[in-house]
């Protein structure tokens, strides 16, 4: 079956410093969708990319989606606390049953307080 | 506008008793997705619901897991018997569509916890 495979699974950063995860699927994707979730929390959407190499920006989160759609990324600049949690993507079978997300096991962000 | 609720959001169950946890999709939403995560995991789809019908249930274990969405009421997963491995949390989403490309709206969670 499909799978969504994220890298690395944690990450510890000191504040200011760049954080990226990456999302790698096993099958052509029809979109892909990113979530964040806090400790304790449930996911919160952050962003969904449909288009082949699509880059989207968020302030200073950058998403990108490969030009095969089989991958994906996201780029924090000079993270800060709030951003510690867990960031999953999410991605929809190219021509399959589109509903159904395959989520990423996360990245769990840390950072020293 | 209220979002998705479920509850309860914490739920402790003896092993082989029932667990039901209650869903309520945001106003306006008709699609409804239940997932489990385990701790340090992601989370793994379990069934789409459309009010009245199950669209895809391959998720969800055969036996002893249940989920429905009545015409009028929340959407129930409901988890008979009780086992170890079932502690986890559930999570619901909802969304306006069923396309898979618009937004899934997560609720907070039910954690259950089997004793």
């Known amino acids: 079956g499909q799978q969504v495979m994220q890298i690395p699974q944690y990450q510890h950063v000191q504040e200011g410093e760049d954080f990226t995860t990456y999302c790698n699927s096993s099958t052509t994707l029809s979109n892909i969708q990113w979530y964040k979730q806090r400790p304790g929390g449930h996911p919160v959407f952050l962003i969904q990319?449909?288009?082949?190499?699509e880059v989207k920006k968020q302030k200073r989160l950058t998403f990108q989606f490969g030009e095969a759609k089989k991958n994906s990324s996201l780029h924090i600049t000079a993270t800060q606390t709030t951003d510690v949690g867990t960031y999953f993507c999410?991605?929809?079978?190219?021509?399959?049953?589109?509903?159904?997300?395959?989520f990423g096991k996360g990245t769990l962000l840390t950072m020293n307080p | 506008n209220a979002g998705v609720m479920q509850n309860p959001r914490h739920l402790v169950r003896r092993r082989g008793q029932e667990a039901r946890l209650r869903c309520s999709p945001m106003?306006?939403?008709?699609?409804v997705y239940w997932y489990r995560q385990l701790p340090e995991e992601g989370l793994k789809f379990m069934v789409y619901l459309q009010k009245e019908n199950i669209i895809d249930e391959s998720g969800m274990p055969k036996e002893r897991f249940s989920a429905e969405f009545p015409k009028e009421g929340p959407s129930i997963l409901r988890i008979q018997q009780v086992v170890r491995g079932d502690s986890a949390a559930y999570f619901c989403?909802?969304?306006?569509?069923?396309?898979?490309?618009?937004?899934?709206?997560f609720g907070q969670g039910t954690r259950l916890t089997v004793v």
């Open positions: 989403a909802s969304s306006l569509t069923g396309t898979g490309l618009t937004e899934a709206f």
């Open positions: 999410a991605g929809s079978i190219s021509g399959g049953s589109n509903y159904k997300l395959t």
């Open positions: 106003k306006g939403h008709s699609h």
């Open positions: 990319l449909v288009k082949s190499g």
